[in-house]
């Protein structure tokens, strides 16, 4: 029943321009700066050699690409998960999952299902980007792998919360707008706090994905990604549980 | 005994009760549906007869009171109960991006049929609700008479054993009225019917037995037949049953 929904839910997606402009938005700012830093390093790179331990272009290109996606992707999953819910109850569709014979869990995970298969493309647009790297020299694929995981994690992370904002909402912008303000919120919190080690860096979400970004995968990091993913679908399937008794 | 009468139920509500803050919008209904029965379900608006649809759908959790499906505890097993129903709401619950074979075949799914039996559902329920030509069209694009038959399409392409309409004929033209009329009469042959509406030529046309509620409470439950043997006019008794209340 999750992949039924999964399934509604890309290919109503997928039958809107929103996506489509959202993959050719994000995979525009990528490229650029992508090619940015290339350029920036093929112009070191003469120096870099005198060094004894130059850093590798995985570390140099790939790396800082990566921190930008989990930027790009910061602005963007709000548009996405604004309408999650939102719009089935503006549309009075929410009604028709509600009657059918199936869990509010199988709706939750399905359109949260939904919505990660969609960014995986993202993701694996950013990858490909990178991998396109291997064919002027060798990649560090532990390092792309630690940033693709960082990556995901993260975006699930968003992901989760927006959705939960949307099962609060029966206005998709007003759900885009809140999701979209907690999460600059936690990212000026991560700004804010700085590099010395504080309870304001342990609950940043970008701080965390840092570690991704710079190789470290420590379980800290990942029990912090899962907390926050399970937490936001808890209380999604908890609101909408409790959608018959408030209405 | 008493389980075996509810089995033979298509729905036994009783005692439902749903307050919407302080204010009772249903206070007290019992509703019972038998097997293969159409019933009418009238009211003023503001009656509180989209709330009881609600309620006996799974949509809006009673105040207090409970609500059998074919026997089966709604409140107790959902899954299981929502199952048995087909449900078509005052507003039809359509997603425009969608074609219309798209989203029938999303309701099949969403209703557990059988994937190998999808297909010759999809053609029954087209052929039936006269679908057949507009399958590969958007939602969004249809007339509202067609927006509305595709909402009754996705109630019944289960087969329940309950089909609730909400005031299918809303909005349509008349052509469109004794189609979706004939609809409702053909399906009232094999499955048991509730049908909310403001139109009482419909319910004599239609209904076995007729129930009316006035704020948030049952004032007339009767046999149509019965109401004919007495000759009261339908028209006469909604007349007087509710506006009495709203005086007193």
């Known amino acids: 029943m999750i992949f039924v929904v999964a399934h509604k839910e890309l290919k109503i997606l997928f039958g809107s321009p929103l996506a489509w402009v959202i993959l050719a938005l994000a995979q525009l700012v990528l490229t650029w700066v992508f090619l940015a830093h290339l350029d920036t390093f093929l112009e070191i790179q003469p120096q870099l050699i005198r060094i004894a331990n130059p850093p590798g272009i995985t570390e140099s290109i790939v790396a800082p690409s990566f921190a930008l996606a989990a930027i790009v992707l910061l602005m963007t999953t709000p548009l996405l998960t604004a309408r999650l819910i939102a719009e089935e109850r503006r549309n009075h569709t929410l009604s028709f999952l509600i009657s059918a014979p199936i869990s509010i869990t199988d709706i939750v995970l399905g359109k949260f299902l939904g919505l990660m298969i969609f960014l995986s493309v993202v993701i694996a647009l950013a990858a490909a980007l990178s991998l396109s790297l291997l064919a002027g020299g060798t990649l560090d694929f532990g390092l792309l792998l630690s940033n693709i995981i960082g990556l995901l994690l993260i975006a699930a992370c968003f992901a989760s919360l927006g959705l939960y904002i949307s099962c609060l909402s029966a206005q998709p912008a007003v759900a885009g707008a809140g999701t979209l303000g907690i999460l600059l919120g936690l990212w000026v919190m991560d700004n804010v706090a700085g590099e010395e080690d504080g309870i304001t860096r342990s609950f940043s979400l970008l701080a965390h994905y840092e570690n991704f970004n710079r190789g470290i995968i420590d379980t800290f990091g990942l029990a912090y990604f899962a907390l926050f993913i399970l937490i936001f679908l808890i209380l999604s399937i908890r609101r909408l549980d409790g959608e018959g008794l408030y209405d | ?248």
């Open chain 2, 1 to 248: 005994m008493m389980a075996e009468r509810n089995a033979s139920m298509a729905i036994s509500a009783r005692g439902l009760c749903r307050c919407f803050g302080t204010r009772a919008a249903v206070h007290d209904v019992n509703l019972e549906l038998r097997r293969g029965e159409v019933l009418g379900f009238l009211g003023p608006n503001g009656a509180g007869k989209t709330t009881i649809m609600r309620m006996l759908t799974g949509n809006l959790t009673p105040s207090s009171g409970t609500v059998e499906i074919c026997g089966i505890d709604l409140l107790g097993k959902p899954r299981e109960a929502k199952a048995c129903i087909g449900y078509l709401p005052e507003i039809p619950p359509l997603y425009r991006e969608l074609t219309v074979n798209e989203y029938l075949r999303f309701a099949a799914r969403l209703h557990r049929v059988h994937s190998a039996k999808i297909h010759s559902a999809l053609a029954k329920v087209t052929q039936r609700c006269g679908l057949s030509s507009t399958g590969d069209r958007l939602i969004g694009s249809l007339s509202k008479g067609y927006q509305q038959r595709v909402g009754i399409a996705q109630a019944i392409i289960h087969d329940p054993e309950v089909i609730i309409l909400d005031e299918p004929t809303a909005g349509l033209d008349p052509n469109q009225i004794r189609e979706i009329r004939t609809l409702i009469r053909d399906l009232a042959a094999e499955r048991s019917v509730i049908l909310s509406t403001h139109i009482l030529s419909e319910v004599d046309n239609v209904c076995d037995r007729v129930q009316i509620v006035h704020e948030g409470r049952t004032v007339l439950d009767e046999y149509m037949e019965r109401l004919k043997q007495k000759g009261t006019n339908l028209e006469e008794s909604f007349a007087h049953f509710t506006k009495n209340h709203a005086t007193s």
